[in-house]
Each structure stands twice: as C-alpha cells, then as structure tokens.
C-alpha cells in the first residue's frame, strides 16, 4: 500500500492533483467525440467513478482542517462557559479529521486490478458423493439470487448435471461493474453439514464443494497463439452418460504450453462453445499470469481450491444450528436459510472491511 504522504503540504498536493484530474475526465466526458468512442467513454465513466468519492472526502478534508484551526484560535480566548463550547467544537473537528483520513487513505490505496471487471466463477462437488454435487448446486442457486439482488447479469457458460438433480460442476459469468470486488473472496472450499437426502438414518454428513473466482479477460488482456490450441470437438452428453445431442457440437479446447483444458457443451452450436471456451481459457490464463507476477501462483490456487477436503474449508454452512461461519474472519451469523436465498450482503460487506482493515495496516 503506497505510504500516507508524510506532511499535511503533501497531503493536499496529491489530493489538488486528483481534483484537476476529475475535472479533466469532466471536461473529457463532455465531448460529443469522446462519447462517440464507446470504449474510451467506459475507461472515463469509470475513472470519474473512481475519483468522485476521494475529491468529496478531500474537500470534506480541507474544511475540516479549516474548522480546526479556526476553533483552536478561539480556544485561545474563549473564557468560562465559551471555553467548553469551543472545546467541543475542537474535540469535533478532530474527530473528523481522523474519520476522513481513515476514509482517504482507503481510498488513496492501490486498487486490486481486476476492479470492474466481470467474473467467471466455477462451482463443483468435491468430496460426500452425490451430496457434495447437491450442495454445489445449492451454493450456484445462492450466487444466482445475489446476482439478482445485486442487478448483476449471471450468464451459465457451461453445466454438468449430476444424477440426482446436482451439478457436478457449472461454469458462469457474472456481469456487474462492482462484481469483483463483492465476489472474490468467495472462492475456496465450501462445507456443508446436514442430513443428506439419501440418509436413512438421520445421521448428519459433511460434503464439500469448490468454488473458483476468476476475472473475466479481454482478448487485449490475453493473446492466444492458434497454434498453441489443440480444438476437439465431440457429443455432448447428460447425467449418466446419456447423449444429449445428435451432432458433434461439444468442444474440448486444450492450451498446451500451459496444459489448461476447458470444455463446453451447452449450446447446440459448436462455434458457440467454442467462443465461451475461449472466454474461460482467457480468464484462467489471465489469473495465472497475475498470480505468477505476485510469485504466489501455488499457493494462492490451493487457497481457493484446496484439495477439496471436508477438514480445509474457508466456510461452514450448518442446516441444523442455521449458521454459516466464515472461518477466515470469523464470522458467523445465524440466517442461513436467507443466504442461501441470496442474501449474502452482511458476510460479503465483513469480508470487504477485513480487507480494508488489513490494507489500512499494510498487510
């Protein structure tokens, strides 16, 4: 995280130069030819974005600064009950002060860059059988109704139905400008305990799914060499190996420097599932190279994955207590049947704060 500009001129140097930087993307958004070019209108839209919030704390800043020093001065002369008056009108404006450079700081830190882009994410039963592929698609139908919620646009690329009604594993797009930011943390393994359908007994089961975040890539953020592709293409087929199509549309697409596979079956046309397989072969490619520059490819991979056991888990989701637990922050909260509606705003807003927090201490 870039260092908290060591004196107050400083401050207000860098916090001057954001505001005629907003003022430009103005000026910039204001020009019919610049809205003519969609692609530069979007970067704009979304730096003024980035930027409105920091010049309304700064200004909000400035006057507070102000505030203060006009209080101290007449601190110096207040007298009896005048003195405690001013005194709280310090007190207040240095409580400000402290809650507005908290905030700009927040704001002044390096943003992660894969901020505004859509997310490609992958859901698959790890282990517990058949009732580890219900629970996967339990957690899919849970990031379906936050997606509504949000005003997210959600986008299956590709599904594998199990035999009882699961998913052995779905791949989807999510398209939304802040669905990074609010997603990313949900990848790793997720544990469910309860009594599955197809115990007898009553008895509770542990099962576990794998969820896997990526951000969508551009084909400007990746170039794929044709010649580094091995294109198969075959039938597609349903739960128990049944054929569902009568022509030979499935497409395996392989890249082979890297050994990357990504399959896609769901549309009847081969040409369609050959482009979505290049949008997944992207995005993984994509977040292998950010994790390669960070040299932390393996170890940020097994922290999303994992080997999918029931003992390594990021979150607990508990049907007989109704409480999901994330074991990262230590959450737990007691409503999960209304997450698992959808109604993942609390947890995801205390994993978006732990982040800022550990930000704020330079982690």
Sequence with gaps: MAAWPSTLAEVFDRLAALEDELSEVEARLADPDVFADQEAYVALTRRHKELEPI?????????????LATAQEMLVEATGDDREVVRAEVDDAESTIARLEGQLKVLLSPKDPNDGRNVIME????????EANLFAKDLFDMYQGYATRQG???EVLTS???????????TFLVKGD????????????????????TESQGRVHTSSATVTVLPEAKEVDVHLDPGDLQIDVYRSSGPGGQSVNTTDSA????????GIVVSMQDEKSQIQNRAKALVVLRSRLLKAEQDRQAAEL???RRGQVGTGGRSEKIRTYNYKENRISDHRIGFTSYNLDKV????????????????RARQLAGA
């Design 55 to 67: 010049v309304i704390a700064s200004r909000e800043y400035r006057q507070a600064r102000d505030d």
């Design 123 to 130: 859901i698959r039963g790890a282990e517990g059988g058949e």
């Design 152 to 154: 997210w646009k959600l």
């Design 160 to 170: 594998e139905p199990s035999d009882m009604g699961g998913l052995n594993e779905i």
């Design 178 to 197: 802040d669905a990074w930011s609010h997603l990313k943390h949900e990848g790793g393994p997720h544990r469910v305990q309860r009594v599955p359908l």
């Design 251 to 258: 497409v395996r697409v392989t890249h082979r420097p890297t």
């Design 298 to 300: 393996s170890e940020q």
């Design 340 to 355: 698992l509606q959808g109604d993942l705003g609390e947890l995801t807003e205390a994993l978006r704060q732990d982040e």
